[in-house]
């Protein structure tokens, strides 16, 4: 498998781009502020962009869709079934407060907690992960974990914005990421990632969880 990651705007998101190598089929998970560089990745590599894959419908993560679609009409937008909550509304999303023009999203595949996508031979898991906001998710690729928001390096996703709760990010994370093997790599939607094991043992926010 091709992987890639970019951190893109001045909020420091990471965008990830995974590949099939021999398909060259390709997704991208999360599409944060500027598509230039998403792009120019993409078509140096010779890759065709089958899904952008979301975490969740936040602003800085879904900002480039709209110039990433432009050069590929054909991707299709991935995000959890809960999405229109998100997408459909301006202060959900937050582009209300952080945008120059709010905007709203739709998604062309909804999917929900254990699906699979398929990159080219490249089996994707879905897993909901709900409390930085409803409609969180973190995929799984072997031993890669993206997490979003949900979960950084001995740090959580803030649960204070519309939809979030607290007390079912910290059941997401205990329940159904910490479950995972304990050298399971993860990918955060900002700054550095980590391993699942270092969660468990260090983490402050879920520690006597």
């Known amino acids: 498998m091709l992987f890639h990651k970019l951190v893109i705007g001045t909020m420091e998101n990471n965008c990830y781009i995974i590949a099939d190598e021999n398909t060259r089929e390709a997704a991208i998970i999360d599409a944060p502020f500027n598509a230039e560089p998403i792009c120019e990745y993409l078509t140096a590599n010779g890759l065709e962009l089958k899904y952008i894959m979301l975490t969740h419908g936040h602003f800085d993560h879904i900002t480039a869709v709209e110039g990433v679609l432009a050069k590929f ?17 301006v202060a959900n999303n937050l582009t209300d407060r952080y945008c120059r023009k709010p905007f709203t999203l739709t998604a062309d595949v909804k999917v929900d907690d ?8 490249v089996q994707v898991k879905v897993i909901h992960t709900p ?14 974990l993206f997490s979003g928001d949900t ?19 910290l059941s997401s994370i205990v329940d159904k990421l910490y479950v995972l ?14 391993i699942i094991a270092d969660e468990i043992a260090g983490n402050p926010h879920t520690k006597g969880s």
Not at 73 to 89: G, L, Q, R, T, W
Not at 114 to 121: M, P
């Open 73 to 89: 009409p054909n991707a299709k937008v991935v995000a959890h079934e809960s999405c229109d909550v998100m997408f459909a509304n």
């Open 114 to 121: 254990g699906d699979i996508l398929n990159v080219g031979n």
């Open 131 to 144: 409390g930085h906001s409803c409609d969180s998710v973190c995929y799984l690729i072997d031993d890669k």
């Open 151 to 169: 979960l950084f390096r001995l740090e959580i996703g803030r649960a204070d914005f519309p939809t979030g709760s607290l007390e079912e990010e």
């Open 181 to 194: 093997p304990s050298d399971t790599k993860v990918y955060p939607g900002h700054g550095e990632g980590t």
